[in-house]
């Protein structure tokens, strides 16, 4: 069984997808929701940065 499951996940390391949810995240709320989270924290970060820099 080993062997098996040695091979197996050498042949998904191979073939995986580069982004297996990529295309939920990008139709489903869900991925709406963390879409819009990224751009607060991506803001949050550079108005941070700039008020450090001041």
Request: hydrophobic share 50%.
């Amino acid at each position: 069984m080993a062997v098996e499951e040695l091979a197996a996940q050498a042949k998904f390391a191979v073939e995986r997808p580069t982004d297996p949810y990529g295309a939920e995240w990008r139709i489903t709320g869900r991925g709406a929701v963390l879409h819009v989270i990224a751009d607060l924290l991506s803001e949050a970060i550079r108005a941070f940065e700039s008020a450090l820099a001041e």
